[in-house]
Nanobody, 127 residues
């Protein structure tokens, strides 16, 4: 089992920045990838970004490329999401997720591959 705890959400004005953290505990050595998804009210939970634990390869949704950066601290078993130039449309609950198995090429953005999820943290961007 893997436990994930997010932190760092809050209220920020458009153009501002926030950094989210996701601390993993439990069987973390088996993690293949960790990612962030977000869900706005009345919408699907969408992929934001992911990073593979061993190689550090990163993947981003087109909507956040150039504004968001995912990183990891292996020693702390923690993944970070630095969000810059925030827009009102970034408002959502952000969820950290972990996959414990290899993800086929091109499917890193699929929720199916992520077995473990955090409780979510609210990010609100005001205009």
């Amino acid at each position: 089992q893997v436990q994930l705890v997010e932190s760092g959400g809050g209220l920020v004005q458009a153009g501002g920045s926030l950094r989210l953290s996701c601390a993993a505990s439990g069987r973390t050595f088996s993690n293949y990838a960790m990612g962030w998804f977000r869900q706005a009210p009345g919408k699907e939970r969408d992929f934001v970004t992911a990073i593979t634990w061993s190689s550090g390869n990163t993947y981003y949704a087109d909507s956040v490329k150039g504004r968001f950066t995912i990183s990891r601290d292996n020693a702390k078993n923690t993944v970070y999401l630095q969000m810059n130039s925030l827009k009102p449309e970034d408002t959502a609950v952000y969820y950290c997720a972990a996959s414990s198995r290899d993800v086929p090429a091109g499917q890193i953005d699929r929720r199916f591959w992520y077995a473990y999820w955090g409780q979510g943290t609210q990010v609100t961007v005001s205009s």
